[in-house]
């Protein structure tokens, strides 16, 4: 059992979500920042989650972890089933500004989208 685990356990004590665990895992098979990075947040808010002390919205640092690591497919209203890790890409970028056809496309999408409207903070 790696300390990462030993701390969540510690810290979220029977209330441990499996999110989470994967989110140790995941940071126990890398690194922190790596896992950071791919996730779009800081290193900080990694640290702040396994300690159960993130001040933030859980559901989206939740969904932030299943998108990415859990290789579900999602139905996208302007591409079709694609990648989780893809659809959260395209959720960040929403507002951008940009005349790429596609990004516009995406944006529109996006705003119309239930996940797009939970918010996709990128720096949660």
Not at 17 to 43: F, M, Y
Not at 60 to 65: K, S
Request: aromatic residues 4%; proline residues 4%; glycine residues 8%.
């Amino acid at each position: 059992m790696s300390n990462r685990l030993i701390i969540a356990q510690d810290k979220w004590g029977d209330t441990l979500p499996d999110w989470v665990r994967t989110l140790v895992k995941e940071c126990d098979e890398s690194s922190q920042n790596q896992v950071a990075r791919k996730l779009g947040i800081s290193s900080t808010v990694v640290s702040q989650v396994i300690h159960n002390n993130y001040p933030g919205n859980l559901e989206n640092i939740a969904g932030r972890v299943s998108d990415v690591f859990e290789q579900k497919e999602i139905e996208c209203p302007a591409l079709g089933l694609i990648q989780g890790e893809a659809c959260l890409q395209w959720r960040d970028q929403m507002g951008t500004t940009s005349s790429v056809p596609i990004r516009v496309q995406m944006d529109r999408a996006c705003r119309c989208c239930p996940r797009g409207q939970k918010g996709s903070e990128s720096e949660t």
